[in-house]
C-alpha cells in the first residue's frame, strides 16, 4: 500500500506543480503590465528582480486552487490510462485514493505555507524598495517607517495604510544648513489635492528660542498618494506572526482591524481549504469519469475553484460589512465546501 500511496501521490505533485507554476507565470505577467509605468530605472534586470521577488507570495496564495486543478489533472489522468478502475477492482476503496492525494496535498502545501509565511514577506519588503528606487523615489525604509526627501525638507511616514492614509508624519525643514521647522501629525487622509492631517504639533526653531504650536488638524502640499502605493502595508504579504503583531498596533492606535484579522484567519485556515480542494477532486474524477474528457474536467474543476474562491471573498467581505466575526467570514466558506466534499466521498465510495 505504501508503494500505491508513494505513486498518487507523485503523480499529484508534479501535475499540481505544473498547474501551480502555470498560475504564478499567468499573474506575473499581469504584474509586468501593471508594474511597467512605475519602473523608470534600471531597466528590464530590475523589472524582473522585483516579479520574481513576488513569487513565494503568489504561490501561497494560489496553491489552494492549483491543489484543485492539479489534483483533478493527476486524477483524472488516472483514470484515462485504467488505473483507478484496476485500484478499485484490487479493493483500494475511494477513502485510502483520498487519503493518499490529501498526503501529497499536505507535503506540497508545508512548502506553500514556508514559503509564503517566511520567504514571503521578506521578498515583499525588498520588492517595496527596489519599486520605490525604480520609480525615481528618493526613498529609504527601515523598522522605524519611511524616509522621503522632498527639497530642502526630510519626510518621515510612521505607516502608510492600505486606503493609503498615513500615520505618525514628521516633516524636518531646512535652512541654511539647519534645522527650522519640524512638523508632527498623528495621522493624515488625501483630500482635495493635498494631506488634511490630524493633531498637529509644530516646533519652529528661533535663534533663542523655540516656538511650540499645537492644532486639532492642518494640511500639508507633499507627495501624492499614488507614490507612496508601493509602501502601503499589504496584510497577504505579512506572515502570520507580524499580521498578528500588526493588529495588536493597530488596536493600540484605535484604528480598524476586521480586514486584517479576516487576511489573518484567511492564512490559518489555509491547509484546511487545500485540504477541501483536493477532496473535491477524487470523488468529482469519479462522478464524471464518463461524462466527458480530460478538457471538460479541468474545465469544471477550474470553474468549480473559481466559485468557491468568489463565494469565499464575497462572504469575508460580507462580514466586514455587517460587523461580523472575522473568523465566522473565514471559516464558514471552508467548512461547508468540506462537508460537501465529504458528502461526495460517502456517496461516491
Wanted: overall charge positive.
Amino acid at each position: 500500500m505504501r508503494i500505491l500511496y508513494g505513486y498518487i501521490a507523485r503523480r499529484l505533485i508534479i501535475s499540481t506543480a505544473l498547474v501551480l507554476s502555470v498560475f504564478v507565470g499567468l499573474f506575473l505577467f499581469f504584474d509586468l503590465v501593471t508594474t511597467l509605468d512605475h519602473v523608470r530605472h534600471g531597466g528590464f534586470y530590475r523589472l524582473f528582480v522585483i516579479l520574481m521577488l513576488g513569487v513565494p507570495a503568489k504561490i501561497s496564495m494560489l496553491f489552494p486552487m492549483s491543489a484543485l486543478v492539479g489534483a483533478t489533472l493527476g486524477l483524472s489522468s488516472l483514470a484515462m490510462d485504467g488505473e483507478l478502475t484496476a485500484m478499485r477492482a484490487a479493493g483500494v476503496s475511494v477513502g485510502r485514493i483520498a487519503y493518499a492525494a490529501l498526503r501529497a496535498a499536505l507535503a506540497l502545501g508545508l512548502v506553500a505555507a514556508l514559503l509564503g509565511d517566511f520567504l514571503g514577506p521578506k521578498a515583499a519588503s525588498v520588492a517595496r524598495r527596489d519599486q520605490a528606487q525604480a520609480a525615481g523615489l528618493g526613498a529609504a525604509v527601515n523598522a522605524q517607517g519611511l524616509w522621503l526627501k522632498e527639497g530642502h525638507s526630510f519626510v518621515d511616514i510612521g505607516e502608510v495604510l492600505p486606503d493609503l492614509s498615513i500615520l505618525r508624519l514628521t516633516i524636518y525643514r531646512f535652512r541654511h544648513g539647519r534645522l527650522a521647522h519640524e512638523l508632527f501629525a498623528k495621522s493624515g487622509r488625501y483630500r482635495g489635492g493635498r494631506w488634511q492631517l490630524r493633531d498637529v504639533s509644530e516646533t519652529r526653531f528661533k535663534r533663542q528660542r523655540l516656538v511650540v504650536k499645537t492644532s486639532p488638524q492642518g494640511y500639508w502640499n507633499g507627495i501624492a498618494p499614488s507614490l507612496l502605493s508601493v509602501f502601503a502595508v499589504n496584510p497577504h504579504a505579512l506572515s502570520l506572526i507580524d499580521l498578528f503583531r500588526y493588529i495588536q498596533h493597530l488596536r493600540r492606535n484605535r484604528q480598524a482591524t476586521a480586514h486584517y484579522e479576516l487576511v489573518f484567519w484567511y492564512k490559518v485556515l489555509a491547509p484546511l481549504t487545500t485540504a477541501a480542494m483536493v477532496l473535491l477532486a477524487v470523488p468529482f474524477v469519479f462522478r464524471h469519469g464518463r461524462h466527458g474528457g480530460l478538457g471538460f474536467r479541468l474545465f469544471l474543476a477550474v470553474v468549480l475553484g473559481l466559485v468557491f474562491y468568489v463565494f469565499n471573498r464575497g462572504f469575508g467581505d460580507l462580514t466586514l460589512l455587517y460587523h461580523w466575526s472575522p473568523l465566522l467570514g473565514a471559516a464558514v466558506p471552508t467548512l461547508g465546501l468540506g462537508f460537501v466534499c465529504l458528502w461526495f466521498l460517502a456517496r461516491a465510495g
